[in-house]
């Protein structure tokens, strides 16, 4: 997938313009806020289970290369193929070889944020291969031709009746009169629509949400069912996964399982989870003849050495998201690649680079809720602050801000210095304002009240109210 | 040599073959730990079945309990005609399916082998149940053919009651065990309802892409 995070702030404006997208975030509200509240507080070990699972993921990343060893010995005894990609674009050229090699023409693909973030589909279809999309989220932007705009509900920000102009133009043989005006009669026509697909497919790709070693099995949690048809009717399944991905046992899934849906969708689990161990046995009378899994790291091992390691403990559940106000505001779009959200602005850096996602860890006001919310525990307004810094020793920010920071930096660690000067701006600042108590335009802060104004301060600092309270034995 | 493994030894600082970092994954893959088990799960096996049953109904599902094997038969006829549905299901060679007497139920055609397209009802078995979310542990194989459970528009699912546990781990000592764990098939599918979506205007719809029916008969 192309970047545009370059652009970030350009794409945030045109999503706060955008209308439809404002709407789509408003139905999308705080549905999923309030259905994990209710699932966490349903479940009283939900805090403790999410501190084990943070300790499984620390465990097993620190002791990666054994487990990775040990996934593989039991893959390979399973009759399962591991194919290690270190970039991108290595993993393409093996999914597309292990295509060619069974001479295949069509592919259906269950959800994976690794496949967008290899662009997977693109590198397919420019081979020549016929790729489709089969989670119905990720078939309506397919059909729309864009990226997901979140991890967990990819087409979030589609309208219904969106869909139902995208599968008129683009389903034949579909009667003009044919209802289609609610969610349940589009979910009816893609199941139709796709059953083809599935039973005539070459190929099926999934995704992994979990890599078992102890028994080489890859696992995939999902509501609609696409992600089982599409690896169980092809006769080859590929999984594509990133290291990351890895867990011990079947007994840790479990645990981080238990944790996941629930901080999702607020499902205390999905409709489906699937454990995907080689491909059908001798005597079974269906499943994939063979299977494959296409192990990335992409940049992931670098990370585990650096100062983003423990943003490889993320499980994709998208909490942290739901939970932004800079999300619930924007979108995914506007992030600009393949994870948006707080988790985009710490792994889209290491993916692509400071110098195209700069802004992305800027795009925060540090609230903390997606720390708050993170059933990983990852430190997420920690590591956009170090991703700041970063970019700050590595000379990125203006010149402009660069000398505003270190001025304020040079007043802020002199207290006696910062008091007397709050102390004598916050009263003329508050005579400035008059009686509105805000300001409608302020030099240098024209970023700020061209859009909304600026509450004037009240005239007294909060050490001088502090003082004084304590002078008068209030405190 | 797996050249991943070398990578990661070299970003982690470590060496291969340390003794200590060897014997920690070591016991950790040897003792089958487990990690915190939720209170719900560990339960009296009534309150289990009773817990199981209310969480399935939560998703969707129907439920049925029926004393003996030998009441099976009907109670899927009676589904079928409660729900105006096709006298016919499909199954694999699983044994306790294969005991089902269906000689009352002259008008039911049993199919057996993989689903179809054409398929509208299929017959799986779980070998165990999971009360603490009501999840039902089907394997693939011979017994299940795993498309069974995804193509039809209708799921009937049979589990005996002895085989609903409290938690995923105890659902997992019910497959066979080798030295290092259970001896996977293909696939287990862990299944919680019936298939669903929520991708357009995250409005929930039941039937998505699997079955849009979900039946569970619980056996003794």
Same mark, same amino acid.
């Given at each position: 997938m192309k970047s545009t995070a370059r652009s970030f702030k350009e794409n945030a404006r045109q999503a706060l313009k955008n209308q439809r997208l404002q709407k789509s975030l408003k139905v999308m509200g705080r549905g999923f806020v309030e259905k994990r509240a209710k699932a966490r507080a349903a479940l009283p070990e939900f805090d403790a289970l999410c501190q084990q699972g943070q300790a499984i993921k620390t465990h097993t990343l620190e002791h990666l290369d054994l487990y990775l060893e040990v996934y593989e010995k039991q893959l390979a005894a399973s009759g399962g193929h591991l194919h290690l990609a270190q970039t991108a674009q290595q993993a393409c050229q093996q999914i597309l070889q292990i295509c060619r090699n069974s001479n295949a023409r069509l592919v259906t693909k269950g959800k994976s944020m690794v496949a967008e973030e290899i662009g997977l589909n693109e590198h397919l279809e420019e081979a020549g291969l016929r790729v489709v999309e089969t989670d119905l989220g990720e078939y309506i932007i397919q059909l729309r031709k864009e990226p997901p705009s979140h991890i967990v509900a990819p087409a979030v920000h589609v309208g219904a009746d969106q869909v139902e102009a995208d599968f008129r133009r683009v389903h034949q043989n579909l009667p003009p009169n044919r209802n289609l005006s609610d969610p349940a009669a589009l979910v009816f026509e893609a199941r139709n629509m796709l059953r083809h697909e599935f039973i005539n497919a070459d190929i099926g790709i999934t995704g992994a949400n979990f890599l078992v070693a102890q028994t080489g099995t890859s696992v995939i949690v999902t509501n609609e069912g696409n992600g089982d048809l599409t690896q169980s009717l092809a006769p080859v399944h590929i999984v594509i996964a990133s290291i990351d991905k890895l867990v011990p046992t079947l007994n840790d899934a479990s645990t981080l399982i238990r944790v996941l849906a629930r901080s999702a969708t607020g499902q205390s689990i999905t409709t489906y989870t699937t454990f995907s161990t080689g491909p059908r046995r001798p005597q079974d009378l269906d499943g994939p003849q063979q299977y494959h899994v296409v192990l990335l790291d992409n940049g992931r091992t670098e990370q585990l050495a650096g100062d983003f390691s423990d943003a490889l403990r993320c499980i994709r559940c998208g909490a942290c998201m739901n939970h932004c106000p800079v999300y619930q505001s924007? $979108? $995914?779009?506007?992030? $600009?690649?393949?994870y948006p959200g707080p988790i985009g602005a710490v792994l889209n850096p290491s993916f692509l680079g400071l110098e195209e996602t700069a802004d992305l860890p800027n795009a925060s006001t540090l609230c903390g809720r997606c720390e708050e919310v993170c059933p990983m525990g990852i430190k997420l307004p920690d590591l956009m602050r170090k991703w700041r810094e970063k970019h700050h020793a590595a000379g990125g920010p203006p010149a402009m801000v660069r000398t505003s920071l270190t001025a304020w930096a040079f007043v802020a660690k002199r207290p006696w210095l910062y008091q007397l000067l709050t102390g004598m701006m916050m009263p003329l600042l508050a005579k400035f304002a008059g009686r509105k108590h805000h300001f409608r335009w302020l030099p240098l802060a024209s970023g700020w009240t061209t859009s909304r104004d600026l509450p004037a301060p009240s005239g007294k600092t909060f050490m001088s109210l502090l003082k004084k309270h304590q002078r008068e034995g209030r405190l | 040599m797996n050249p991943f493994a070398s990578n990661i030894r070299r970003a982690l600082g470590v060496k291969a073959g340390d003794f200590e970092r060897l014997e920690m994954v070591r016991k950790h893959l040897d003792d089958h730990g487990r990690n915190l088990i939720p209170a719900c799960a560990l339960r009296c096996h009534q309150e289990l079945i009773d817990q199981f049953i209310q969480m399935l109904e939560n998703v969707e599902t129907t439920v049925a309990h029926v004393n003996d094997l030998v009441d099976v038969a009907s109670e899927i006829a009676r589904y079928q005609i409660v729900n105006d549905l096709p006298h016919v299901v499909k199954c694999g060679a699983d044994a306790l399916i294969a005991d089902i007497d269906w000689s009352e139920q002259s008008d039911l055609t049993i199919l057996s082998g993989p689903a179809t397209g054409a398929d509208a009802i299929s017959l799986t078995r779980a070998f165990a149940g999971a009360s603490e979310t009501g999840t039902l542990f089907v394997a693939s194989g011979p017994d299940n053919p795993v498309t069974l459970s995804f193509l039809p528009e209708t799921n009937i699912i049979l589990i005996r009651a002895r085989d609903i546990v409290g938690c995923y781990e105890d659902a997992w000592l019910k497959l066979p065990w080798g030295a290092r764990g259970p001896q996977m098939p293909r696939t287990v599918n862990l299944i919680s309802g019936p298939s669903r979506t929520a991708d357009i205007e995250q409005t929930l719809i039941t039937g998505?892409?699997?079955?849009r029916r979900l039946h569970v008969i619980i056996v003794g």
């Open positions: 924007i $979108g $995914g779009h506007a992030y $600009g690649w393949v | 998505a892409h699997g079955p």
